[in-house]
């Protein structure tokens, strides 16, 4: 039997005020993830999702904020 072991998840405007980073450049950045990634869709009542992250997807998302920030030009790909 599987066990998700996720027990939390952040949404990404909590990560981005931990982070110190704009939430719509850093909504960018993530863009990209999957779900083996660490990222997921949370939805409340109406259409709109926000996006959150696990602790897995925190690291992922920091690596790739270390990559933008060194190669601006991945985000107009």
């Known amino acids: 039997m599987h066990v998700n072991k996720v027990h939390a998840v952040f949404t990404i405007d909590r990560v981005a005020k ?19 990634d660490g990222v997921i869709w949370v939805y409340g009542i109406g259409e709109d999702g926000v996006m959150a992250f696990t602790d897995f997807g925190i690291e992922n998302l920091v690596e790739l904020i270390r990559l933008h920030k060194e190669n601006p030009e991945l985000l107009k790909r």
Do not use: F, I, Q
């Open 18 to 36: 931990d982070l110190g980073e704009d939430k719509d450049w850093l909504w960018d950045v993530a863009n990209g993830m999957e779900t083996e």
